[in-house]
């Protein structure tokens, strides 16, 4: 009986190891500087290493720091916009004659 070679189970791409990695730097450099301009890279990059076949823990936690990352900057500018609509003046108590400073 003639033994039949092995074939390929798995695609694994040798490029999946690299993107891991990149993603990894672009999501800690979202956390720490650019924001979504590295983090969703990050994201998309983790996701191909993935489908390529990495089960990489750098993959993982490239692909999660990235939505953290993206997260967090949601709710930054959510933040922001909110602050923004917020009218002038809210809380603050409007000084009267009586209250103010006199200097002569």
Do not use: Q
């Not at 490239?62 to 602050?83: D, S, T």
């Not at 609509?85 to 409007?94: A, F, K, S, T, Y």
């Amino acid at each position: 009986m003639k033994k039949m070679p092995l074939e390929k189970t798995s695609s694994y791409d040798p490029n999946a190891h690299d993107r891991a990695f990149i993603s990894l730097v672009l999501s800690i450099l979202g956390l720490l500087l650019c924001g979504p301009f590295t983090s969703i890279p990050a994201i998309v990059l983790a996701v191909k290493a993935r489908r390529d076949g990495n089960r990489e823990a750098i993959g993982i936690i490239g692909l999660i720091l990235g939505i953290i990352g993206a997260v967090i900057f949601a709710a930054a500018v959510l933040f922001f916009i909110f602050l923004c609509m917020i009218p002038d003046g809210v809380g603050v108590p409007i000084p009267d004659e009586t209250s103010a400073l006199v200097w002569r």
